[in-house]
């Protein structure tokens, strides 16, 4: 069965300072990656998607950033954080549809970050 | 693209009565529609969801259903339970064009508060 695991868990990060939250999925290959963010009490924005290594595509502009370096990871980074960076990070994946027909996205656990 | 309306944003029932949550969306080419339960702190969570070939889906206590004309999708839960409580997401999903992620389009959620 597929799994996926990101890290930290939580973090609390100085405004300016850089950020890395790291995702892996176990059990499939080349699955399509997200990183949706969770405002307090908010809904689910996202960020980025992957369908490939090297493959990124961006969803709003802001100051952070994200990686694929292998099939099965995904990376978001910032070089320097901003308050309203603070948020509830998602990592998720989806099997590459092969048809018409929507797939079920399954998420991480969550990243819970504050910039203070 | 693709937008999903979703009411109410709050939904306060007593314990054992039943919960209706209700999403629109703008897409008549979407053909999967997952809900997500997310439970505080923690990740979104697959449900239930429905695809356009079919008009109604159920699992227990809870059940969906789909008025393609109409363009809206409602989510039942009968005789609600505390653990009920969280807040739940609707989402479509259009017809795969080729080329990029497979994209869900989220509603704002539903906060549903059980009562003892």
């Known amino acids: 069965s597929q799994t996926i695991h990101q890290w930290p868990a939580t973090l609390v990060q100085p405004v300016g300072s850089p950020l890395s939250l790291e995702c892996t999925v176990e059990g499939t290959s080349n699955p399509n990656l997200y990183w949706y963010r969770q405002a307090a009490g908010r809904g689910l924005q996202l960020l980025f998607y992957?369908?490939?290594?090297?493959?990124i595509s961006s969803e709003v502009p802001q100051n952070l950033s994200a990686s694929r370096p292998q099939d099965r990871q995904f990376i978001l980074s910032s070089k320097k954080l901003l308050l309203s960076d603070s948020g509830f990070y998602l990592c998720a994946w989806t099997f590459v549809r092969t048809s018409g027909s929507g797939n079920t996205i399954y998420f991480g656990e969550g990243s819970w970050l504050t910039v203070v | 693209g693709e937008n999903v309306e979703q009411h109410p944003s709050t939904l306060s029932v007593q314990e054992g009565d039943s919960a209706v949550i209700k999403c629109t969306y703008s897409?008549?080419?979407?053909?999967?529609f997952p809900w997500y339960k997310q439970e505080l702190g923690k990740r979104p969570q697959l449900i239930i969801d429905i695809r356009s070939n079919v008009g109604e889906k159920k699992d227990q206590r809870i059940a969906v259903t789909l008025n393609k004309t109409a363009k809206h999708f409602s989510l039942h839960i009968t005789e609600t339970q505390p653990e009920d409580s969280a807040v739940y997401f609707c989402?479509?999903?259009?017809?795969?064009?080729?080329?990029?992620?497979?994209?869900?389009?989220f509603g704002k959620g539903t906060h549903l508060i059980i009562q003892p």
């Open positions: 992957s369908v490939g290594i090297g493959q």
């Open positions: 897409d008549s080419a979407s053909n999967y």
């Open positions: 989402a479509a999903s259009p017809v795969y064009s080729g080329g990029g992620a497979d994209g869900l389009t």
